[in-house]
């Protein structure tokens, strides 16, 4: 079926290194700028000081407490025509960056990968390999969509990103003009319109 192809999300374990590696890129500045010179009208910085208060920190693993593979009810997918047996989707990147969620698909429709990670919107908003659409309050949770910078078909294609504690939930719509059942529909409007499906799924404090 059109969608089940693993490389139609590559671009998303793709998206995680590119963020390890900007991850990488501040830290090794941080640690330069704490051994340089200081600026005019300032004391001398140690590098243990200026690390300790603009390093960025990235939790240790994807946020629990809501299972994209199991905590979707029926009715849910039912609604968006999504099928009820969904494939892994989990995935490491460079720097610590982790994907756990599954990936579901709608017969001749949009796919779409739901995933918890322990990217945050901040992270998100600073990688220069994305570009932003638009900051979204969901359910009151905060939430960006957002693509690459090398997507052709910003139409097609769109990632959803939804504020949790330690991270966030990634959604991650394929959506080609092609599809008979949803190519007329932009990716983004789809990755609203479940997103606010998937909030009062989330438990509170998560």
């Not at 990488?24 to 330069?32: D, E, K, Q, W, Y």
């Not at 599954?102 to 322990?118: A, H, K, L, M, P």
Request: hydrophobic letters at 35%; charged letters at 20%; glycine letters at 14%.
């Amino acid at each position: 079926m059109v969608g089940r192809n693993p490389s139609r999300w590559v671009v998303q374990k793709g998206a995680g290194m590119r963020v390890g590696v900007v991850i990488a890129g501040v830290l090794t500045s941080v640690v330069l700028t704490g051994c340089g010179s200081s600026g005019p009208g300032n004391g001398p910085s140690t590098s243990g000081q200026q690390s300790a208060s603009t390093t960025p920190t990235i939790a240790a693993d994807a946020p629990a407490g809501f299972d994209p593979c199991h905590d979707i009810p029926a009715a849910v997918l039912d609604s968006e025509g999504l099928g009820h047996k969904p494939d892994d989707a989990n995935a490491d990147g460079s720097g610590g960056v982790k994907w756990r969620g599954c990936s579901y698909f709608e017969d001749d429709g949009y796919g779409v990968s739901i995933r918890t990670t322990n990217i945050t919107l901040p992270m998100v908003r600073s990688n220069s390999g994305f570009v932003a659409a638009e900051e979204l309050n969901i359910g009151g949770r905060a939430a960006l969509t957002y693509h690459d910078t090398d997507q052709p078909d910003q139409r097609g294609f769109c990632l959803l990103n939804l504020e949790m504690r330690g991270g966030s939930l990634e959604i991650s719509i394929d959506n080609p003009a092609t599809r008979k059942r949803s190519g007329t529909l932009a990716s983004c409007d789809i990755a609203k319109g479940l997103a606010t499906k998937l909030v009062p799924l989330i438990p509170t404090g998560q």
